[in-house]
């Protein structure tokens, strides 16, 4: 909720300011997506209060949303500290910034590109090979026979941890 109301607040001081030279220079587009991208995965926390279905779409979204738009997230930050570091590097040598070294929006956008379609590789194989699936548990409790969602959506333990390894590389 909150959050959900930072961003939006963010994002209209971004698009108010928009026409500034800092703003110019810490490209604009990309702290637009940068925003965007925070707000769905804070907004993403929704789908782990819903209860899957058996067609089992839940329960991939339950792992789609909140990885591609984290590799959003740090995709975008670390390719702007990258252009600054190179920016900064070249400054402090004293030479003047060749062309090729300057980072166009373009280029910030392949970097992004590569961490979302990597955490998309990853994912892909994971579903292929192992895909969650939603599991109905009935309890007896205290005499009473009814059903309850316990951790309804389950994988491998023995390929999970091989995912989170492959995604931290």
Not at 9 to 32: D, E, G, I, Q
Not at 76 to 102: C, D, G, H, V
Not at 108 to 124: E, G, H, K, P, S
Request: glycine content about 2%; charged content about 15%; overall charge positive.
């Amino acid at each position: 909720g909150l959050v959900l109301v930072f961003c939006l607040w963010v994002l209209a001081l971004v698009v108010k300011h928009r026409k500034s030279r800092l703003m110019k220079a810490s490209s604009y587009a990309f702290n637009v997506v940068l925003i965007i991208a925070c707000g769905v995965l804070s907004a993403s926390t929704v789908l782990f209060s819903l209860v899957p279905s058996a067609d089992n779409y839940l329960c991939g979204l339950r792992w789609w949303v909140p990885c591609v738009f984290a590799s959003t997230v740090f995709g975008t930050l670390f390719s702007k500290t990258y252009r600054l570091y190179s920016i900064f590097r070249i400054y402090e040598t004293k030479q003047k910034i060749p062309s090729a070294i300057r980072f166009k929006d373009t280029r910030v956008a392949m970097m992004v590109a590569c961490f979302v379609l990597a955490t998309a590789a990853v994912l892909t194989i994971f579903f292929l090979v192992d895909p969650p699936v939603y599991e109905l548990h009935r309890e007896l409790v205290h005499g009473q026979d009814f059903y309850t969602y316990v951790d309804a959506c389950h994988v491998s333990s023995v390929f999970t941890p091989l995912v989170f390894t492959l995604y931290a590389v």
